[in-house]
């Protein structure tokens, strides 16, 4: 677990610092958080909240609010994708 | 999910929220350190939107083209005019033996991203240069972009005119109409508070007034798009498309004194 949040951690920081730059009329952060969690069953719940906090920390740091609204943001907004994606969603079955 | 692990997050986002005693060195020491990665990437940004601009935008490009290079004569002409006007003055000045003095004492800073938020830009620049919260910010043409808000050691933050926050004192130039600039977000900014009786027209160009005590008068801020009068109104408003262009800035100069 430890190597997959340092690895967030890394792609969160890269992707900040090109929202903050290069792409800045895009919420490169926010889709990333979002893309995770749709791939929740690849990636596994903690790991998509894990992404949602990292995410929000450094949306935090690099724009002027109170720093930790925007982790609360997104980690309400994952656990809530979740339990829809969860309840309400199923995988596709193939018949072969 | 388990309740040691709501816990932790729990706890985390508590550690989070704590951290805003310590905000600014929190933010100071990300910054510092993103600073020279930052500053590559924003260099690169041109031709990146360059490139995707070319693509999605073909025909309005062509447009733009043809009516530049119309605008391009045109400016020739009047520059032309100018040259003469130039020498004119420049002799009536030495007639006159007077010299203009420098108009402020400034300081060059690098753009070098931008916030997250709306209308937030970052500078290399901090208290280290000698910067103070609310120095006005502006451009190498004197265009008027913003304030300092917010000074880490090495770089500061600058909110721009266009910021939902900012309003300020402005006047009409040639027009003898007063208003107040107010920043509708999204680098949109709207003129307001100006007397009825008032004649101003679209492509008027609105300038800094010193009345707020803000910034200083003179600075360009925008030509006004569209004017909104009611008669039930006690004061018309009008759209103002501001002179920056957020995209092509790259240094921009800081108002010492």
């Known amino acids: ?96 | 999910m388990p309740k040691r692990k709501l816990i932790i997050f729990a706890v985390l986002i508590l550690l989070i929220f704590s951290l805003n005693i310590f905000q600014q060195q929190v933010r100071g020491f990300f910054y510092s350190f993103s600073h020279p990665i930052q500053k590559k990437l924003w260099g690169a940004g041109d031709n990146i939107a360059d490139f995707f601009l070319g693509i999605f935008k073909k025909d309005a490009l062509l447009i733009e083209n043809r009516e530049l290079r119309t605008e391009n004569q045109k400016l020739l002409l009047e520059l032309s005019e100018l040259e003469t006007l130039k020498e004119e003055n420049a002799e009536l000045r030495k007639a006159l033996d007077i010299g203009l003095p420098e108009d402020f004492q400034l300081a060059l800073a690098r753009v070098i991203a931008r916030d997250v938020s709306q209308d937030l830009i970052l500078i290399d620049r901090g208290s280290a240069d000698g910067l103070r919260e609310d120095m006005a910010i502006i451009t190498e043409e004197k265009v008027l972009l913003g304030r300092i808000i917010e000074v880490n050691e090495n770089s500061a933050k600058v909110s721009l005119i266009s910021h939902q926050d900012s309003s300020f004192d402005v006047e009409v130039l040639g027009k003898d109409a007063e208003g107040l600039i107010v920043g509708q977000g999204g680098q949109n900014i709207q003129l307001d508070f100006v007397a009825r009786d008032k004649v101003i027209e679209e492509d008027d160009v609105v300038i800094s007034s010193s009345l707020g005590g803000l910034y200083p008068r003179g600075l360009l801020v925008g030509l006004i798009k569209e004017v909104q009068k009611d008669d039930v109104e006690p004061f018309q408003q009008a759209e103002v498309t501001p002179f920056f262009r957020l995209r092509q800035l790259k240094s921009v100069f800081i108002i010492l004194k």
């Open chain 1, 1 to 96: 677990m430890i190597k997959k949040i340092l690895l967030l951690i890394l792609l969160f920081y890269f992707l900040i610092l090109l929202q903050t730059t290069l792409f800045f009329n895009l919420p490169l952060v926010i889709i990333a958080v979002i893309l995770i969690n749709i791939f929740y069953r690849k990636v596994g719940f903690d790991t998509a909240m894990v992404s949602a906090f990292v995410g929000g920390f450094f949306l935090d740091i690099f724009s002027s609010g109170l720093l930790g609204i925007w982790v609360l943001i997104l980690m309400a907004v994952s656990f809530c994708l979740q339990l829809i994606l969860q309840k309400y969603v199923r995988p596709p079955v193939f018949k072969t």
